[in-house]
């Protein structure tokens, strides 16, 4: 099954990073963007998942206090 390209504009040093890094890691361009962007969409995943359960405020949470306060 083949999937849709996705056009990225890199700027010049962004390009020259990435092929620098593929390069040590002997993968290709592709492989290398593919990683990143499953990264970013896990994070982001995560992140917005974490501040929707804390905005629903179902539980008690400790709260931490200075010794001096």
């Known amino acids: ?17 990435l092929e620098d890094i ?5 993968r290709t361009l592709e492989e290398c963007a593919q990683t990143a962007l499953t990264e970013f969409i896990e994070n982001w995943d995560d992140y917005m998942r974490t501040v929707a359960e804390l905005e629903k405020g179902d539980e008690e949470r400790p709260v931490l206090r200075a010794v001096n306060d």
């Open 1 to 17: 099954m083949s999937t849709p390209d996705l056009l990225l504009a890199l700027t010049p040093a962004m390009r020259e990073r």
């Open 22 to 26: 593929s390069a040590q890691l002997g």
